[in-house]
C-alpha cells in the first residue's frame, strides 16, 4: 500500500501524513491481519472504529460457543490522522493500564469506562459477548 501510493502522488500522501503513518505502521506490524482469521482467546477487544467494533462483535456472535468466556470489547473513535492517532494510542494505553490494575473487571470495567469518558470527552461502546475456543477453527 505504501509503494503504491507513493507511485500515484508522494506529494499529496506525504502532505496529508499517509505516508508516515503507513511507514510507522510497516515498523510496528509484521503484516496486515484479520481478526477474523485469529484463533486466539481474548478477554478485551479494543477497536478505533465503530464499523470496526460492528463488526468484531458480529463476528464474536457467530462464531460457536463451547467455554462461553466472556470478552469486552471496547470502541475507542479516532480519527484516522497523525494526531488523532497519538492522542488515542495515548488514551488506550492508560485505558488498558488502568484495566490491567482493577481487582474485577468484571464489575469495575463500567464505572470505568465512565471515567474515561468524562475525562478524554470521548463515548466508549462497550459490549460483553463470549468468545470461541480456538480449537473450532
Not at 482469521?37 to 460457543?65: A, H, K, M, P
Request: glycine share 2%.
Amino acid at each position: 500500500m505504501y509503494n503504491d501510493l507513493l507511485r500515484k502522488d508522494k506529494e499529496l500522501y506525504t502532505q496529508n501524513g499517509i505516508l508516515h503513518m503507513l511507514d510507522r505502521n510497516k515498523r510496528i506490524k509484521p503484516r496486515p491481519e484479520r481478526f477474523q482469521n485469529c484463533r486466539d482467546l481474548f478477554d478485551l477487544i479494543l477497536t478505533c472504529e465503530e464499523r470496526v467494533y460492528d463488526q468484531v462483535v458480529e463476528d464474536l456472535n457467530s462464531r460457536e460457543q463451547e467455554t462461553c468466556q466472556p470478552v469486552h470489547v471496547i470502541n475507542v473513535d479516532i480519527q484516522d490522522n497523525h494526531e488523532e492517532a497519538t492522542l488515542g494510542a495515548f488514551l488506550i494505553c492508560e485505558l488498558c493500564q488502568c484495566i490491567q490494575h482493577t481487582e474485577d473487571m468484571e464489575n469495575e470495567i463500567d464505572e470505568l469506562l465512565q471515567e474515561f469518558e468524562e475525562k478524554s470527552g470521548r463515548a466508549f461502546l462497550h459490549t460483553v459477548t463470549a468468545a470461541a475456543p480456538s480449537n473450532l477453527y
